[in-house]
C-alpha cells in the first residue's frame, strides 16, 4: 500500500511539473499574436480576452489541483472541483464564440474552401473538451478514470500552444505543418500514457477515449480540404454563426 500511495504521489507530482511548464510555454506561445499587445490590446474584442482568460483559469486549476493532493488538502481539492462545474461550461462556450468570431470573420474575406480549412483547426475541439470533461466528472469517485479523462481536457489545449510555439522558432512557413506536427505529438504522449496502462494491467479505456477523440480532430485536419469538411463547416456555420 506505501508503495502504491508512493506511485500515485509521484505520478501527481509529474503532472504538476508538467502543468507548470505548460502555462509558461502557453505565455510564451500567445506572446506575438496576443500577449504583446498589452495593455491597449488594438483589434481584439471582448471575446479574445474572457476566452484567454478563462483558457488560463483552466490551466491555472490543472497546477493547484494536483498540488493541493500533494499536500493533502483534499477538502479544497473538492471544492475547487466544484468551482470547475462553472468554469467549465464557460470555457466551453468561449471555445464556440472565439471559433464563431474567428469564422464570420474568414468567410467575408476569402475563398469559402480557405475558411473550411483554417476551422478544421478550432471545431473538433470543444466537442472533445466537453467529452474528456463530462467523463472526469462522471467518474470523480474513481480517480483512476477522473484523472485521466481531466488530462485528456489539457490535450484539447495542448494543440494551440506547441503550434505556436513551432511557429515562432521555424516562422510562418512552417503553416499548417505546425498543427499537424502539434496534433500528433500530442496523440503520440496520448498513446505512450496508454501503453504505460495495458502494460501495468490497467484500464485502457479512459486514454483510449482521449486518443481517439485526438484522433478526430487529426482527420478533420486531413480532410480541411475535401468537399465533406466544406459541407461539414457549411451547415455548422449556417446553423449556428
Not at 494543440?159 to 506536427?181: C, E, H, P, Q, V
Given at each position: 500500500m506505501k508503495q502504491e500511495n508512493k506511485t500515485l504521489d509521484s505520478a501527481t507530482k509529474v503532472f504538476f511539473i508538467a502543468m507548470v511548464i505548460l502555462f509558461i510555454l502557453m505565455q510564451v506561445a500567445f506572446h506575438p499574436s496576443y500577449l504583446q499587445y498589452f495593455p491597449q490590446f488594438h483589434e481584439f474584442s471582448w471575446i479574445h480576452h474572457v476566452h484567454g482568460a478563462l483558457m488560463v483559469s483552466w490551466v491555472i486549476m490543472l497546477i493547484i489541483q494536483p498540488y493541493l493532493i500533494l499536500k493533502k488538502k483534499f477538502k479544497t481539492h473538492r471544492l475547487i472541483g466544484k468551482i470547475s462545474y462553472?468554469?467549465?461550461p464557460l470555457v466551453i462556450i468561449s471555445m464556440f464564440l472565439i471559433t464563431k468570431l474567428n469564422y464570420l470573420k474568414m468567410v467575408d474575406g476569402m475563398p469559402f474552401k480557405e475558411v473550411a480549412a483554417w476551422q478544421a483547426l478550432n471545431i473538433v475541439t470543444p466537442?472533445?473538451?466537453l467529452l474528456f470533461y463530462s467523463l472526469a466528472i462522471i467518474h470523480k469517485k474513481e480517480v483512476?478514470?477522473?484523472?485521466?479523462?481531466?488530462?485528456?481536457?489539457?490535450?484539447?489545449?495542448?494543440?494551440?500552444?506547441?503550434?505556436?510555439?513551432?511557429?515562432?522558432?521555424?516562422?510562418?512557413?512552417?503553416?499548417?505543418?505546425?498543427?499537424?506536427?502539434?496534433?500528433?505529438?500530442?496523440?503520440?504522449?496520448?498513446?505512450?500514457?496508454l501503453l504505460n496502462d495495458?502494460?501495468?494491467?490497467?484500464?485502457p479505456i479512459p486514454y483510449t477515449i482521449i486518443a481517439v477523440g485526438l484522433c478526430i480532430n487529426i482527420i478533420s485536419i486531413h480532410a480541411r480540404n475535401t468537399e465533406a469538411w466544406q459541407i461539414v463547416v457549411r451547415f455548422i456555420g449556417d446553423s449556428f454563426f
Open positions: 462553472v468554469t467549465a466537442f472533445n473538451f483512476f478514470k477522473h484523472k485521466r479523462y481531466m488530462i485528456g481536457t489539457v490535450f484539447t489545449i495542448f494543440g494551440a500552444i506547441f503550434a505556436r510555439l513551432l511557429i515562432i522558432i521555424f516562422g510562418t512557413s512552417i503553416n499548417f505543418n505546425a498543427f499537424f506536427i502539434s496534433e500528433y505529438f500530442g496523440l503520440s504522449i496520448i498513446v505512450l500514457l495495458l502494460k501495468k494491467k490497467a484500464n
